[in-house]
């Protein structure tokens, strides 16, 4: 009789076959974790590593204050937003690497409705949001004497009308996984005359993304996840090349200004996407995140996605034959999907603490959520296997409900 999930050597046969199995060693993975959080927080690269003891020593240690010449640092953020344009498919000078999702969204909320003062009344999102996006349109409708309209996504589309501000959504579902389609969504607000902020954490690196043929104008996203750009990344921050000459940022920073180093009293901002830059970059950081990129760049982003769909439909078909206690809350299909998988279970808290215990590291999100990220650089088949065969264990014999595993941790 044949197994109704894939075996063991089944697994390491797709291993053996995977186009992207030499990726894994570009990477630092710890001895014995299976790492299924890369979409909160990605794996380090070997090559960063490397660069960021260049960055150190030389670049800061010898170079001084003249690595901002010598080493370009100055021309980083729109560098490495080019870098990340090409990800995206947006153009060169239309995306800017600065400051945190949080700040970006921010600055861009803030000056979307400068441009376009009046009588609309609410800015629309999506209720379940990321927290973050929610809390800023909360504070920016504050701001405006606007409400918030924050909506499930089946009445998002029926709620774009005459009074609709601005709308603010994250293209894939932190919890999830759920995908918009950004064409689609993107036409309606279109129709309307409404601009819409896309944010794409947990999609760059992760799904494909084309913003020209999407005819998206506005987005942020995230640079510590798919990207692997280290701890508290800097975020980037795109605006469509036509939509730029309309637009100033809500904070006037020197770094924003035409000319720096001019030193005026009067700002003048930055032609182009750089007008979007407030302070000093934290140049240790955007290196780090360079070295990220390129290694993303370098990788077949066909190549990536495939991969990422044969993951989930791996680990799916393994999850419902092994552990059918905990439900899938991803959608199956690989076009309104990102690249994590979710499943809900009365007690993914103590869960997923036993199941980091056992050495794979999956996160838990509020209420009931055990999410696993999937990666196709630096994960396989029978990574996904034995992550599987443990927790089905773990669900068993029941060790979740030790007392250990019940204690919250600050950072969940
Ligand atoms: C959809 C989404 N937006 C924003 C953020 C937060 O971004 P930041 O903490 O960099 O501001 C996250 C994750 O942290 C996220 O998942
Ligand atoms: N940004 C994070 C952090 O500073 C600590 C722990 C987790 C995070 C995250 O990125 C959370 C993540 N955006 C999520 O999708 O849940």
């Given amino acids: 009789m044949t197994s109704p999930y894939p075996s063991l050597s089944e697994a390491e046969a797709r291993d053996a076959a995977d186009p992207l199995r030499e990726w894994r060693d570009r990477f630092v993975l710890p001895e014995g974790v299976i790492y299924l959080d890369g979409n909160s927080l990605g794996a380090l690269p070997r090559a960063t590593s490397v660069l960021m003891r260049d960055a150190v020593d030389r670049q800061w240690g010898s170079g001084l204050i003249r690595s901002w ?19 995206i498919r947006a153009a060169p000078g239309e995306v800017v690497v600065c400051d945190s999702v949080t ?13 376009r003062p009046g009588q609309d009344k609410s800015i629309l999102t999506e209720s379940g949001n990321f927290p973050t996006d929610l809390h800023v349109a909360a504070g920016v409708a504050r701001q405006h004497g606007m409400t918030l309209d924050a909506l499930p996504r089946d009445q998002i589309a029926d709620r774009i009308g005459p009074d609709t501000a601005l709308i603010v959504l994250t293209h894939v579902h932190y919890k999830t996984g759920e995908r918009f389609d950004i064409a689609g969504v993107q036409a309606l607000a279109d129709a309307h005359n409404v601009p ?14 084309d913003m020209g043929s999407d005819t998206a104008r506005f987005a942020v996203g995230c640079g510590y996840k798919y990207l692997n750009g280290g701890p508290g990344a800097p975020g980037f921050l795109y605006v469509s090349a036509e939509a730029l000459e309309f637009l100033g940022s809500p904070i006037q920073g020197w770094m924003g200004h035409a000319s720096p180093f001019a030193m005026t009293d009067g700002y003048i901002p930055a032609p182009g996407i750089e007008r979007f830059l407030a302070g000093t970059p934290p140049m240790l950081s955007l290196l780090a995140l360079e070295g990220g990129i390129d290694l993303m760049l370098e990788a077949d982003s066909d190549a990536l996605w495939s991969k990422s769909r044969a993951l989930f439909d791996f680990l799916t078909q393994l999850m419902a034959a092994r552990c059918p206690d905990l439900a899938p809350i991803t959608p199956e299909r ?21 199941l980091i215990e056992a050495g794979v590291i999956g996160d838990f999100r509020t209420p009931d959520v055990l999410r696993l990220g999937l990666t196709p650089l630096y994960l396989g088949f029978v990574d996904l296997w034995q992550a599987v065969d443990r927790l089905a264990a773990i669900i068993d014999d029941g060790r979740w409900k030790r007392a250990e595993f019940s204690t919250m941790s600050k950072v969940t």
Avoid: C, E, T
């Fill in 69 to 87: 010449n010598d080493a370009d640092w100055i021309g980083a953020p729109r560098r490495i937003g080019d870098k990340i344009a090409q990800l």
């Fill in 103 to 115: 700040v970006n969204l921010y600055k861009l909320m803030m000056a979307l409705l400068a441009a």
């Fill in 196 to 209: 819409l902020i896309w944010d794409l954490s947990h999609s760059v690196g992760a799904v494909p993304l």
């Fill in 334 to 354: 690989a076009d309104q999907r990102g690249s994590h998988a979710s499943f809900a279970h009365p007690h993914a808290w103590p869960i997923n603490r036993a």
